[in-house]
């Protein structure tokens, strides 16, 4: 089985904040990471790959040193790692990085299996694995807790729903999103990091991918950001003093609206 | 790309504190781009100088947007009821095709609807247009998706929303990629621009640190997800009259690559913390899953769900479905109690659009304080039994 993880390089949001003093974002060195959610997407392919047999190849739009966090997955059990990198894809919004995506995909053969993590902690859109599936022509679940059964070209998996779960069963070639539920990720072993440092990565081009110069990155997109700005600052802050009983019955008048 | 006009910059560095990718860096007194540009625009707006512009190869004018009018919800129906959601884009769709002057429909798709469409006429829409088959009692993607696409393209709607739900958020990206189209996910803030109609899509960005407005100006319709309990339902008028129109999609249409084996509802006694109006949340300070019990005691006694930080989850004393977090899910109630929870920004990031925030915590430096709208400082097992208490005095 060959599956293909989709990750990104994104910032670490524990170093992005709102400073409370001059309302902007304050950034002390922002960490770029793997997204947390493709983490556990990689490591469930890895998993399928050592039950199922097949090979491991991460896939990532972004800027030249997203090649970091692919070595990264590399020595966490990936086999292959695809890099599409270049200026004309700045700006993309999730239908230009689709496209791009679909596109890589397949310059490299397509696949049995696309995985991806349920959204990017960066924008948060959730909408790139459906607008992938899409654009590939294939099914796809989203928020999959647990791989249960893949046998004879199908998979069987749970997708977290609002009120529960739902098991449902599709044909492969399909692509899922991921939850943090579904494994633990493991750590990068000796052997793995060696190989890592050793591994090439496959860099792609827009034109060597075949890619629509019109139809990628910010030129490409549908939607356009018109603004962006800090989230009003929260009212004034109240700390309740005084004994328990004094702080308690504080809290309960501040409540009297609420409750 | 962005462009940096080397004359006007003046090297003062807001750009580079206004950028959350650490795109920018101001060298030798002037700002430089590197090539992790997301060209998000933020430093556009921080220079104070007007030394920064997006560079944008105009496209040509699309086609006339004439065809496209209305304002359509998708209005979720599962296990026999309309979700919450359904009436609070009702309520905001509303406005929005006030303000176009143009008509609210809603469509209706699932199995044995019942009064569902009335209900919808009721809490304001004009129009529904309901599909009800056996095919459509589980929800799948592909076949929600293609109903949805195949009205859009028949009746072209100016503007289509639909809760940021596990369901909308599944299919309406396909919906999207389907018909060629923007979306914007999970937005808590719509208007429409005066001067072209457009739809202002406003959504926060880096767990709610950032916001960003959003517009979709090549393509119809412009469609959104739309985060639950963030608009206002309209007030019900069971007199209301609107027109209910039946649809009934081709075999082919409704045969699915999926296949739902069984649909499990998990523990119903215990809300879904994403749809509570008050939410109590227990973290590491709870000590232990007996100390965490307090946090259901003070939860049942508010009527509210029980979410926890990943300490708590990781920790064993309550499933995942309640953590709530950068790896867990993201609320905005009208009253989140936060009890023995630090504040790690991973956790704050799920809740800090809460309408009111209390922290109780023994540490007075935890950064919750910061996020708090009141906060006591002091041991948790002394303040939550009276504070039960007194809430069940006042709630009886």
């Known amino acids: ?66 090649e970091t966090t692919l070595r990264e997955a590399i020595a966490c059990g990936a086999d292959e790692a695809v890099l599409v990198s270049d200026r004309a894809f700045a700006g993309a919004d999730t239908w230009a990085t689709t496209y791009t995506l679909a596109k890589a995909i397949e310059k490299v053969g397509g696949c049995d299996l696309v995985l991806c993590g349920k959204q990017a902690i960066d924008g948060d859109t959730a909408q790139v694995g459906p607008g992938l599936a899409e654009r590939l022509d ?44 579904i494994n633990e990720p493991r750590i990068a072993s000796l052997k793995g990091k060696m190989r890592s440092k050793k591994a090439e990565v496959l860099m792609l081009t827009a034109s060597e991918i075949g890619a629509d110069p019109a139809a990628v990155g910010l030129k490409g997109s549908t939607t356009q950001v018109v603004r962006v700005f800090s989230p009003e600052a929260r009212g004034d802050r109240e700390i309740l003093t005084g004994s328990v009983d004094e702080q308690v019955a504080h809290l309960m008048s501040r409540l009297e609206k609420i409750l | ?117 009335q209900q919808l006429v009721g809490s304001g829409a004009d129009r529904v247009y309901a599909a009800d088959d056996q095919a459509l009692a589980d929800f799948t993607d592909d076949v929600y998706g293609n109903v949805l696409a195949d009205l859009i393209r028949e009746y072209k709607p100016e503007v289509v929303l639909a809760g940021a739900t596990a369901i909308g958020r599944s299919f309406i990206p396909r919906v999207a990629t389907m018909l060629g189209t923007g979306l914007t996910a999970d937005c808590t803030e719509l208007d429409i621009r005066a001067e072209d109609g457009a739809l202002l899509q406003t959504r926060p960005a880096f767990g ?19 985060r639950p309990l963030v608009m206002k339902p309209n007030v019900y008028d069971a007199d209301r009259a609107g027109e209910i129109i039946t649809v009934t999609p081709s075999k082919e249409r409704l045969t699915s690559r999926v296949k739902v084996l069984r649909s499990v509802t998990e523990k119903s006694d215990q809300l879904n913390i994403t749809e509570a109006v008050v939410v109590g949340a227990g973290g590491r300070g709870m000590g232990s899953e007996k100390g965490f019990a307090l946090v259901h005691e003070l939860a049942e006694a508010l009527g509210g769900a029980v979410a926890a930080s990943r300490a708590a989850v990781d920790s064993g004393w309550i499933p995942y479905p309640h953590q709530v977090g950068q790896t867990g899910k993201t609320v905005c109630p009208k009253l989140y109690i936060t009890c023995g929870i630090s504040g790690a920004i991973q956790h704050v990031v799920g809740m800090n659009s809460s309408d009111t925030i209390i922290a109780i915590n023994k540490d007075p430096e935890a950064p919750i304080f910061n996020v708090a709208t009141y906060g006591i400082v002091g041991d948790l097992f002394e303040v939550l039994p009276k504070l039960i208490e007194k809430i069940r005095e006042k709630r009886d």
């Open chain 2, 208 to 226: 709610g640190n950032i916001m960003a407005t959003i517009v979709c100006p090549h393509t119809r319709p412009q469609m959104a997800t739309v």
């Open chain 1, 138 to 181: 294939i099914p796809y679940i989203t928020c999959v807790r647990k791989v249960t059964d893949c046998e004879s070209g199908l998979i069987r998996v749970e997708r977290l729903m609002d009120d529960g779960y739902d098991e449902v069963e599709l044909p492969l070639p399909a692509l899922l999103t991921v939850v943090k539920e």
């Open chain 2, 1 to 117: 790309m962005l462009r940096i006009d080397s004359e006007t910059c003046i090297g003062c560095g807001l750009c580079e504190q206004n950028c959350a990718f650490g795109a920018i860096t101001v060298v030798d007194g002037c700002a430089q781009v590197a090539d992790n540009c997301t060209l998000c625009g933020s430093c556009v707006d921080a220079c104070e100088v007007g030394a920064l512009s997006i560079e944008r190869e105009d496209r040509e004018k699309s086609a006339d947007f004439g065809d496209w009018s209305g304002v359509w919800v998708f209005a979720e129906f599962r296990r026999g009821r309309l979700a919450p959601v359904a009436y609070e884009l009702l309520g905001i769709g509303r406005q929005l095709a006030d303000k176009r002057g143009a008509e609210l429909s809603a469509v209706l798709v699932g199995n044995e609807l019942g009064e569902a469409p």
């Open chain 1, 1 to 66: 089985m060959k599956i293909i993880v989709c990750v990104k390089q994104v910032p670490d949001a524990k170093d992005v904040r709102l400073d409370p003093v001059t309302n902007t974002l304050a950034r002390d060195g922002v960490q770029s990471i793997m997204n947390p959610y493709d983490r556990h997407a990689l490591e469930e392919a890895v998993r399928l790959k050592e039950e199922h047999g097949g090979s491991v190849t991460v896939l990532s739009m972004g800027p030249p040193q997203t």
